[in-house]
């Protein structure tokens, strides 16, 4: 008698292992099956998961239950998925199935896909013809398959009549085909690259095609780095694997695409969370199945099922962006890398100003460094001068000093644009009551409430918590007491409209524009010119092309500085190096001012001699001395609840129970820099090891064997962390 197959599946929970079941009768099941099993009382989706020879199954077949069903119309999860999710899992101490729930973070592609309909010329002329019909006739020329809304617009009518010529038979409905089915054209004309992206090009493909490497591409903010990578794509297109690019801020990517689109003749498929879920059903799909060859996506994009993945480009690689830290904490930059290696493929990480991390990789020669020292075309970097804010300050409750006033009236009369750059959102930082000294802060975490005039609120940037602004002191009762302190984005263009009441505005900022088609018409309308002087937050620091930007004012240069942050100087010198990289990038020359209380600090000097090297050897040496990341391993244990004794006793509970280790090192618990928030008093321990330590093996251990958080006691592990508040 043959024994009954048992079958390990992983479930999209926080379940530390694969739980086994009993396959269905007379089915085998392969890993990467997506089936439906039980599950206490209810029915779950998950995924057959591989064993290695030696595991056993270790509950007796007798008590197992059985797979319910196979979703026979579902491509299964590609092997090296199934290992990347074991690896990541590992990594960040995390439980499988939440890695796996990353994976399968697309509902809809387990449910029958819908199609849509489109119309196509193609049946008899209509008996009745009009002249909105004929219209649409010549609009639906040359035989190609339109929206019906998009035909209707453009032949200037209404969808009624192209419903009436559906009922005429003289437009044909079909299937609409995906973006991602149009065939790329990898042999299109396209500008020839200059002499230095030739050859950084061919450095590239000299590193595609032969299994696992790492490239960094280093070069100053628009040296064509993008056309670089474009040529790796082509050739990963034309052996007929996938590409994925991922990129930090998906407002990014209107332009990319459009750049895509000109260059390989079809638009690559996008996958980020402001897509609908049906869309991002299908685009998963396509993945999965491998007819979407081209994707562009956020971070999670790296976690998509692509079953033949041949190259993966990290686009603006230094962007804190790539650090998740809710669910499963992971550095996309770092997992892009893990990833490659599993796969045996390439990979790209592109970047004006890499990660001190990737830096130091290139220099040890386990990544190919490849630079781009000077901008396309002979355009010229932007000069960068600081404005020491001691010797020309702004007037009393002012905030642009003297210097860039007078480069903003220049660069407004000469008809060019200008950026000030301010990384606070809102009206002002800090509201008090003059008459009391009252501070209004938030009742649920340890922050001040921040002004936000547009919006007529003071809000708590932590938990969302908001409250009308009031007209009196809530503590003395004094009226018109309450004076805001300091700036944000909205009291800037303020005091631009009272200065240069004729320039047209834009404060680009998540308050003014929200929404993703808001923001992207946003910058359109820089990109074309419509605007005179943009206010922006740091959205506005992330690789976009503005050609007719002149000016960039830095409001306050010394703000990443104050931040008790081992990366707060690389932090602010990439932020500072790409805000001011958006001055002149076309014909105009730029210009960067960058207003400080200390112009002599190594990060504003590098910056204004356009020093990036000795800025970089200064800030490695100093990682190296205090054995910080990439030359130490540091993970952080955030302990919270909302009782500060039971916070506080739990964390020195966990800090007694860690095993002595010769060069490990167990900080803290030390209260949090934001003490409280949402309500949750926080405490954190800082572990610290040399490169060569296993922290993970040393963390599950510790954790193995330490009291396990009880009540509302939350404990969050964090490998790598990038965040220290
Ligand atoms: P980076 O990503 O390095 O900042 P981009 O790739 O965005 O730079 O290029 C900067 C600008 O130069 C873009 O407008 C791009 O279209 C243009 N450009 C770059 N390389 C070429 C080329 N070989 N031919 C024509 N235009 C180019
Ligand atoms: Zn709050």
């Known amino acids: 008698m043959s024994k009954p197959e048992t079958v390990p599946v992983l479930l999209p929970l926080a379940l530390p292992a694969p739980y086994d079941y009993l396959a269905p009768e007379g089915e085998t099941l392969r890993p990467g099956d997506f089936v439906v099993v039980p599950l206490g009382p209810a029915l779950r989706l998950g995924v057959v998961w591989h064993r290695s020879e030696d595991e056993k199954p270790d509950v007796a077949p007798a008590k197992l239950r ?7 119309d579902v491509p299964p999860l590609p092997e090296i998925s ?22 399968m973070s697309a509902s809809k592609a387990f449910e029958p896909p819908t199609l849509k309909f489109g ?40 969808t009624g009549v192209i419903e009436g010529l559906v009922n005429a038979g003289t437009l044909l409905q079909e299937v609409l085909p995906d973006p991602w089915q149009a065939p790329f054209d990898l042999a299109r004309e396209h500008a020839p690259l200059s002499d230095a992206q030739d050859e950084a090009a061919k450095a590239l493909l000299a590193q595609t095609g032969n299994g696992f490497s790492v490239s960094l591409l280093d070069g100053v903010t628009g040296s064509g780095k993008t056309e670089v990578y474009f040529e790796a794509i082509a050739k990963t297109l034309e052996q007929g694997k996938q590409a994925l690019v991922l990129m930090p801020e998906i407002a990014l990517t209107t332009q990319f695409i459009a750049r895509c689109e000109a260059r390989f003749g079809a638009k690559p498929a996008e996958w980020h969370s402001g897509m609908t879920s049906n869309m991002r059903g299908r685009v998963w799909r396509a993945i999965a199945q491998g007819d979407a060859k081209f994707v562009v996506a956020a971070r999670s994009g790296l976690f998509l099922p692509f079953p033949d993945l041949g190259l993966i480009v990290v686009d603006e690689e230094h962007d804190q962006g790539y650090k998740q830290e809710d669910r499963v904490t992971y550095q996309a930059r770092d997992m892009a890398v893990v990833r490659g290696n599993l796969g045996k493929i390439p990979v790209i990480l592109s970047s004006a100003t890499p990660s001190i991390e990737s830096v130091v990789n290139a220099e040890a020669g386990r990544y190919a460094h490849i630079r781009l020292k000077s901008r396309y075309n002979a355009a010229q970097l932007p000069e960068i001068e600081p404005i020491d804010m001691r010797a020309t300050p702004p007037e009393r409750g002012r905030w642009l000093s003297p210097p860039l006033v007078e480069a903003l009236a220049e660069t407004l ?47 708590c940037h932590h938990c969302g918590t908001f409250i009308p602004i009031p007209d009196e002191c809530p503590q003395c009762g004094a009226e018109d007491s309450l004076t805001p302190c300091g700036p944000g984005v909205e009291r800037i263009d303020e005091e631009i409209a009272t200065r240069f009441p004729e320039a047209r505005r834009l404060i680009l900022s998540s308050d003014q524009l929200t929404g993703i088609d808001e923001l992207r018409r946003a910058l359109r309308e820089i990109e074309e010119g419509a605007v005179d002087i943009v206010i922006g937050t740091q959205l506005v620091a992330k690789g976009h092309h503005f050609p007719g930007l002149a000016l960039v004012g830095v409001i306050d240069g010394d703000l990443g500085l104050a931040q008790a942050d081992p990366r707060a100087a690389e932090r602010t010198f990439q932020l500072l190096s790409q805000v001011t990289g958006r001055a002149g990038r076309a014909a105009i020359k730029g210009k960067g001012l960058i207003q400080t209380y200390m112009p002599e600090h190594p990060v504003l000097q590098a910056l204004a001699k356009g020093d990036r090297d000795a800025f970089l050897a200064r800030e490695i040496e100093a990682r190296k001395t205090a054995g910080m990341p990439p030359f130490g391993r ?4 955030l302990i919270s609840s909302g009782l500060r004794d039971r916070a506080e006793t739990y964390a020195r509970d966990l800090a007694r129970a860690a095993p002595p280790a010769a060069k490990i090192l167990v900080l803290g618990p030390a209260e949090a820099p934001l003490a ?50």
């Open 634 to 637: 540091l993970a952080s244990l």
């Open 66 to 72: 059985r797979i319910q069903h196979r979703l026979e």
């Open 82 to 103: 199934l290992r990347f999710c074991d690896w990541v899992a590992n990594y960040t101490l995390t439980p499988p199935g939440m890695v796996l729930r990353m994976m």
């Open 676 to 725: 409280v928030i949402r309500g949750r008093y926080r405490y954190r321990l800082l572990v610290k090891a040399p490169r060569e330590a296993d922290m993970q093996t040393y963390l599950r251990l510790w954790l193995g064997n330490a009291p396990k958080p009880k009540g509302d006691l939350r404990l969050t592990v964090d490998i790598d962390p990038y965040s220290f508040l």
């Open 119 to 158: 119309v196509r010329l193609g049946g008899e002329p209509p008996e009745r013809m009009t002249s909105a019909r004929a219209r649409v006739l010549e609009a639906a020329e040359g035989g190609m398959i339109f929206r019906k809304s998009e035909l209707a617009e453009m032949a200037g009518v209404s």
């Open 413 to 459: 009369e000469r008809g060019e644009q200008s950026l000030l750059f301010l990384n606070r959102r809102g009206y002002a930082p800090l509201t008090l009551c003059r008459n009391c000294g009252y501070r209004f802060e938030c009742p649920n975490c340890s922050a001040w409430l921040v002004e936000h005039r547009f919006r007529r609120r003071l809000e």
